[in-house]
């Protein structure tokens, strides 16, 4: 959780920082603040260490009561360095003051004695030298687009669906393209009461996609919670509450995610847009899908799959050819900017709607826009009717403003379904629907210690689960699913 104050935090709001944001940042300083932490899952404060200005010694002077006062309850501190400071002697007094660990956005020239967490913005990404936790910037404040909302009500985007922002995509390819790290997303609450309630949503888009939310609070919500007000007080038990829900299921983020649809990129340079983009709105359109980074296509296994998207302009090299045709000939569509299956094929337009020309290989099909793959959102609009719906592995009926990751356990043979809504507003008469035919289903609430037995009706094929009210997540585990 970050915890702004002092001469560094005051520094960076300027003349904007008005007597009560004053008054709030002074208050924070003081170890009683701390209280606010007593109770809850968070034991990690993030604070500003050094940003090579003359107002790092007294911030460094202001942090070392609450250090000493937060270790005594078990808490650690990460130290924030920018750039502009000399990291060696900053370190050096971090060390002595109790800090654990340092946030760095540039990596160290010499060894700091203290462990680094770097970090970087989110499109410029290093994935080879992500440390073992890393923190990653420039994400979006979860939930429904401000500029689609007319008073309470979500205006349709040109998806006919709720225009949502949310950072899914880019936990799924961070696990993907760092596999077995800790990612901490860095981003700030917009500035606006109308948000108060909706930390707790932040907290379930982050962990149901596998990454964590490093908790940032408004300065009016802060300064709200100092005086005991009861619409925040409230909204930070709720947030307490979603992060406990998650920390008690740790294990799920060692799931792998389910989709029939494989995405292939480098996700890099050139491709990095497109790519991004494409798995962006993919989400959006609740398509589940796996990643697969293109150097490792030749040792992933289609096996499961319906359907593979070839994002990049590269062709496959000769091998990747092979396995890719394997895969088309046996029944699956591949989706690719170009045509590389065997001479003298005549392509068929599918229909006018979609513009793409379609090689029958096999049993399977090529599918090739006429034009290439130029904008991502077209792109995503048309994977989604080429693929269609009824190789699904999960749906969502009725879902208004909900999203759903579907992952599975092959240890155990567990399917695991977390659903996140993204309105303030609590999603009613949701049902899930999965493609296989349990009976019953163990549904999983935050602030329940124990799940709930619910039960399978059947979906002509699969089975559906009718949810009860979603205030902000719940997640279904079906144990006995098949991969």
């Not at 980074?293 to 092979?322: N, Y």
């Not at 695991?416 to 163990?442: D, K, M």
């Amino acid at each position: 959780m970050k915890w702004p104050y002092g001469p560094l935090d005051l520094s960076q709001r300027g003349n904007s920082a008005i007597p009560e944001v004053k008054e709030t940042l002074g208050a924070w300083t003081r170890p009683a603040a701390l209280d606010l932490l007593k109770g809850t899952p968070v034991n990690c404060l993030v604070v500003e260490w050094a940003a090579g200005s003359s107002d790092d010694s007294g911030q460094q002077q202001a942090l070392k009561p609450l250090i000493e006062a937060g270790r005594r309850m078990g808490i650690s501190f990460v130290g924030k360095i920018a750039s502009g400071a000399a990291p060696s002697s900053s370190a050096e007094s971090a060390r002595a003051a109790g800090i654990s660990a340092l946030i760095l956005d540039q990596p160290p020239k010499i060894s700091l004695n203290l462990p680094v967490i770097r970090q970087f913005a989110r499109d410029e990404v290093a994935w080879e030298a992500a440390t073992p936790i890393f923190s990653t910037t420039g994400h979006e404040w979860p939930g429904l687009k401000l500029d689609t909302m007319r008073g309470d009500t979500a205006v349709a985007g040109p998806t006919g669906v709720p225009w949502v922002n949310s950072n899914a995509w880019f936990s799924l390819l961070a696990g993907k393209l760092a596999p077995g790290k800790i990612r901490w997303l860095d981003f700030d609450p917009p500035d606006d009461p109308k948000h108060l309630a909706t930390y707790s949503m932040a907290v379930a888009d982050s962990e149901a996609y596998g990454s964590r939310w490093i908790i940032s609070l408004t300065d009016e919500f802060r300064s709200a919670l100092l005086k005991a007000n009861p619409q925040a007080v409230a909204s930070w038990s709720e947030t307490c509450k979603t992060l406990a829900f998650f920390a008690s299921h740790r294990e799920w983020q060692s799931f792998q995610s389910e989709g029939i649809l494989a995405v292939i990129s480098d996700f890099r340079g050139d491709h990095a847009f497109m790519s991004n983009e494409v798995l962006n709105l993919l989400n959006r359109n609740r398509e589940q899908f796996q990643i697969i980074e293109r150097s490792e296509a030749l040792l992933k296994a289609f096996t499961g799959l319906k359907a593979i998207l070839w994002l990049d302009d590269a062709a496959p090299a000769d091998a990747q050819l092979e396995g890719l045709m394997a895969f088309v000939n046996q029944g699956g569509l591949l989706i690719a900017p170009a045509y590389w299956g065997p001479s003298g094929v005549t392509p068929k337009i599918r229909a006018p709607a979609i513009d793409y020309k379609m090689y029958n290989e096999g049993k399977g099909q090529i599918a090739v826009p006429v034009e290439g793959f130029v904008n991502p959102y077209q792109v995503a609009i048309d994977v989604h009717l080429l693929v269609s719906r009824r190789n699904d592995l999960v749906r969502l009926f009725n879902p208004a403003t909900t999203n759903c990751h579907a992952s599975f356990d092959p240890v155990r043979r567990t399917q695991l379904v977390q659903i996140v809504n993204y309105s303030s507003q609590p999603a009613e008469f949701v049902s899930l629907w999965v493609r296989n035919n349990p009976r019953a289903g163990q549904l999983w609430n935050p602030g329940k210690k124990d799940a709930v037995s619910i039960p399978g009706v059947p979906g002509a094929p699969g089975t559906e689960f009718h949810l009860p009210t979603i205030a902000v997540t719940c997640a279904v585990e079906i144990e006995g699913a098949n991969a």
